[in-house]
């Protein structure tokens, strides 16, 4: 006897090459949820069947785990500068946006600061990341405000990232909301960028 699917592992129908870009993103999106609930050794079978497409697809857009990782690090990076872009936001809510990619990107976090970074390749892309997040934010960071200091951005940073543990995205954000109020800065609501 043969079993169905689970609705959420059925595919829709393949739309060719003029599905690319929206493959791509539903792969990233994907690929950060199952990270963030399972880790990076998740299977990339999962990512594709989160995303609603087949392993061929994901292969087309990311030919290994790697790639996978440094796109979803990629598009968090990209959503933090678009946030800081922007002037109605203050910086408290570009911490917010910071915030929301580090509690859904916790298995990253270990990428960043893992000894495996040392590799030249590796560590040189987390670094360009990290130098663009801190010059995101610095436009927005206020004139003497506690974390003006040549290093103390980034660092405070780190340490938020550090403390960023736990099973669920709720207790990761209770954990990073704590983390910010101990360095007593304030943080804006913690959501992903909408713009």
Do not use: C
Request: glycine fraction near 10%.
């Amino acid at each position: 006897m043969t079993q169905r699917p689970v609705p959420d592992e059925q595919r829709p129908v393949n739309h060719g090459p003029r599905a690319a870009a929206r493959n791509r993103a539903a792969l990233v999106t994907a690929a950060r949820e199952i990270y963030a609930q399972y880790g990076l050794d998740a299977p990339l079978s999962a990512i594709a069947r989160r995303a609603g497409v087949g392993q061929g697809v994901l292969y087309r857009h990311f030919p290994d785990r790697a790639a996978v990782a440094t796109a979803v690090l990629e598009e968090n990076v990209r959503q933090v500068e678009k946030a800081a872009a922007t002037e109605d936001l203050t910086f408290a809510g570009v911490l917010g946006v910071l915030t929301w990619h580090l509690t859904e990107s916790a298995a990253f976090i270990g990428l960043l600061h893992a000894d495996g970074a040392g590799r030249s390749g590796i560590r040189a892309y987390a670094l360009a990341l990290s130098e663009r997040v801190e010059r995101a934010l610095r436009g927005h960071l206020p004139d003497g405000h506690r974390l003006g200091a040549a290093d103390d951005l980034m660092l405070a940073v780190a340490m938020v990232s550090g403390a960023v543990t736990g099973p669920t995205r709720e207790e990761r954000e209770r954990r990073a909301l704590a983390a910010w109020r101990l360095l007593v800065v304030e943080v804006g609501p913690v959501r992903p960028f909408e713009g």
